[in-house]
Antibody, heavy 116, light 107 residues
Framework: QVQLVESGGGSVKPGGSLRLSCAAS????????MSWFRQAPGKGLDWVSS????????NYADSVEGRFTISRDNAKNSLYLQMNSLRAEDTAVYFC?????????WGQGTLVTVSS | DIQMTQSPASLSASVGDRVTITCRAS??????LGWYQQKPGKAPKCLIS???SLESGVPSRFSGSGSGTEFTLTISSLQPEDFATYYC?????????FGGGTKVEIK
């Protein structure tokens, strides 16, 4: 079955950087759009970014555009999110997801805390 | 951006009750909507895709309907394991947007 395992979360000071990784298994990774979503503590779900199968199409939420970069390595069945210039409001659980919006399968998430 | 207005924000219901949750889109999104269930500390799980298609393994007491701008998730007979928060997600246009969520609690 689909397995998505995120890593790379942690605590960082405002202005800092983190790189999230997601190891995918149980499906043909290169056949699917992939996405990142996030959920701030006690809040609802937000979409962050999506990437097409061959990196051709990439979309970002306005709140992260210019600061975050999504990428994928189909040879390694891996998805990444490079997060720069982090702000307190980026504090959230970040979920890796299979799919670009339709029938999304989710990983368990990794917590990112941005605090001084 | 397409705004998704979900109602109610919370509800209290008893086991066996029929529960209905609504999402309204600020513009037409055809059938490009999914419903997700999230339990505390867990990842969301897709229940319904394409507005009304029940995902594999999801109990038949869950159903979805609607198209365009108005969508409904119905639980025909609420079970103890259904107490959770439910979200709609539109994927017609980027940015993808969620409804605000509906917390279903035990009465």
């Amino acid at each position: 079955q689909v397995q998505l395992v995120e890593s790379g979360g942690g605590s960082v000071k405002p202005g800092g950087s983190l790189r999230l990784s997601c190891a995918a298994s149980g499906f043909i990774f290169s056949d699917y759009y992939m996405s990142w979503f996030r959920q701030a503590p006690g809040k609802g779900l937000d979409w962050v970014s999506s990437i097409s199968t061959s990196n051709t199409y990439i979309n970002y939420a306005d709140s992260v555009e210019g600061r975050f970069t999504i990428s994928r390595d189909n040879a390694k069945n891996s998805l990444y999110l490079q997060m720069n210039s982090l702000r307190a409001e980026d504090t959230a659980v970040y979920f890796c997801a299979k799919g670009g919006g339709s029938r999304v399968d989710w990983g368990q998430g990794t917590l990112v805390t941005v605090s001084s | 951006d397409i705004q998704m207005t979900q109602s109610p924000a919370s509800l209290s219901a008893s086991v066996g009750d029929r529960v209905t949750i609504t999402c309204r889109a600020s513009q037409g999104i055809r059938y490009d909507l999914g419903w997700y269930q999230q339990k505390p500390g867990k990842a969301p799980k897709c229940l319904i895709s394409a507005a009304s298609s029940l995902e594999s393994g999801v109990p038949s007491r869950f159903s979805g309907s609607g198209s365009g701008t108005e969508f409904t998730l119905t639980i025909s007979s609420l079970q103890p394991e259904d107490f959770a928060t439910y979200y709609c997600l539109q994927h017609s246009t980027y940015p993808l947007t969620f409804g605000g969520g509906t917390k279903v609690e035990i009465k």
